[in-house]
């Protein structure tokens, strides 16, 4: 028992450590048609703008090949150590999107192409390892020029159809090269337009009214970063706020994924080079060696901002399934997988928000994540494969947001409501034998255990109550024991 104790201990501590926020870097970059005839040269300014930013994902436009994807990520991102991965890359009309990301901390989930008049609008998902958090990130690069505001409008028309579409609550931002030139622009304002009855529209960190190629607005632009003509890149200083990073409202608001209020950074725009080249010193944002990387590599600016995953409050939920338990080891037969609610306290005791988990064999704690519920108090519900549904103690647990909490069902009858739990040995177990999952242990478990058992079904399934993978006379006496003592769900 001391050692457990010890066990569970160290591993909340460690749980934390591990499950606390995390905060995300995305970079967005349009990379000037890359790969051109002019890449081994640029390449290293790529690399020190890159390794000084370091973002946790990298989204980019003007990208023209898988060649080109290969190159970035070999050459520049991977060129010390082997520490991103690429999204899968869609070779479209004109130029494309790509996704890159570091490999410990992400998932690559799709891309899927959203088509448009000119070239691909990108939906990236990825989700983080520790929370799995869900991230669609479309990457753009709409039509240039004044002229082609219309266009643009079309563009990002395709782009709100599928949001529109979007569940309310999803996280999702839209990163890239938009080419607007003002806040009254039909493309910008149908971005941010907040249509009813649907979660599809866009929040921009920053309200600037009017044109924005003007003085007043001189620390969020992003393009050009030179005024002379050279690897086809546009001139005449900084004076157009082109790259931008968007987001929903969900990210806006709430859940598990979160905007870091002034986090928001044109990387390497000090305020003083309206309509200069980015590398004139001084240069107050950034290094000489990064503003001439940033001068060189590209005639935009990246522009980066951080974001929390992993909103949460754990409970390490300490839990036995009757059957599974081996007591002359004390450990479980197995591994097992349970679904954790959380129900009011009060009429009708609605779910306020589940999780699933998995329960460690030998400290028996199953990390239970919750995003969805506010502080107040809760039923703890437990459910397992074959077990009887079980409810924390009357007036349940007192529930603290953003926080590492734990529930013992383990350690006394009067952690369930109605006491019930079984003793086996010195552990508390929730009771199993509930195959057919209805609330109660009774003849139709019975029937189904012995007919497995006679066909000698093998694998995971309910009827291996005790986890061995065979269903056999062992399981089917647990059952009929159960099923005996009227063994079912007690609940307030």
Not at 211 to 229: E, G, V
Not at 285 to 294: E, F
Not at 389 to 417: C, I, R, V
Not at 452 to 468: H, Q
Request: proline share 4%; glycine share 8%.
């Amino acid at each position: 028992m001391r050692t457990k104790l010890l066990i569970t201990i160290l591993l909340s501590v460690f749980a934390g450590v591990a499950l606390s926020q995390q905060q995300v870097k995305i970079m967005t970059y349009n990379l000037l048609n890359y790969p051109g005839t002019d890449t081994a040269v640029r390449n290293p300014y790529f690399r020190t703008v890159v390794s000084s930013a370091d973002p946790d994902i990298l989204i980019v436009s003007e990208i023209t090949s898988q060649t080109g994807v290969n190159i970035f990520l070999s050459k520049i991102l991977n060129s010390l150590s082997v520490t991103y991965s690429a999204g899968v890359f869609i070779d479209g009309t004109d130029t494309d999107n790509a996704i890159f990301f570091k490999t410990a901390k992400f998932n690559f989930i799709s891309n899927t192409p959203i088509a448009t008049q000119l070239r691909n609008i990108s939906e990236f998902k990825i989700c983080d390892k520790i929370y799995n958090d869900t991230l669609r990130i479309f990457g753009v690069h709409l039509k240039a020029n004044p002229e082609d505001s219309l266009i643009r409008a079309a563009e990002v028309d395709s782009l709100r159809k599928r949001t529109n579409l979007l569940p309310v609550g999803t996280n999702f931002i839209v990163a890239g090269d938009f080419n607007i030139y003002r806040s009254n622009e039909s493309a910008y304002k149908k971005l941010l337009l907040d249509n009813p009855g649907d979660d599809g529209n866009f929040n921009d960190p920053f309200t600037l009214t009017g044109t924005w190629n003007s003085f007043a607005y001189r620390s969020y632009h992003t393009q050009s970063t030179r005024t002379r003509s050279f690897g086809n890149g546009s001139t005449g200083g900084l004076d157009d706020r082109f790259d931008m990073i968007l987001y929903s409202g969900a990210v806006k608001n709430s859940g598990g994924i979160k905007f870091i209020p002034g986090s928001y950074v044109p990387y390497g725009n000090d305020g003083n080079h309206y309509n200069d080249s980015i590398n004139k010193l001084p240069n107050t944002a950034v290094s000489v060696s990064v503003a001439n990387a940033l001068h060189y590599a590209s005639d935009h600016l990246p522009v980066y901002a951080a974001f929390e995953f992993g909103s949460a409050t754990i409970v390490n939920v300490n839990v036995i399934p009757e059957g599974m338990y081996n007591i002359s080891l004390n450990k479980l037969n197995r591994r097992d997988s349970v679904s954790v609610n959380l129900r009011n306290i009060f009429p009708p005791y609605s779910i306020v928000d589940s999780s699933k988990s998995v329960i460690d064999s030998i400290t028996f704690i199953a990390p239970s994540i919750f995003r969805r519920a506010g502080n107040g108090s809760y039923f703890v519900v437990v459910k397992t494969i074959n077990s009887v549904e079980t409810w924390s103690k009357t007036g349940g647990m007192h529930f603290y947001t953003d926080s590492l909490m734990n529930y013992d069902f383990t350690s006394s009858p009067g952690q369930a409501f109605g006491n019930n739990l079984i003793l086996k040995g010195v552990e508390y177990c929730i009771y199993s034998g509930d195959v057919n999952a209805d609330g109660i242990v009774n003849l139709t478990d019975i029937l189904v255990t012995f007919n497995d058992g006679v066909n000698f079904l093998t694998g995971y399934n309910p009827s291996d109550i005790n986890g061995d993978n065979t269903v056999n006379l062992q399981d089917l006496i647990l059952v009929y024991n159960n099923s005996s003592n009227f063994v079912s769900r007690v609940t307030p």
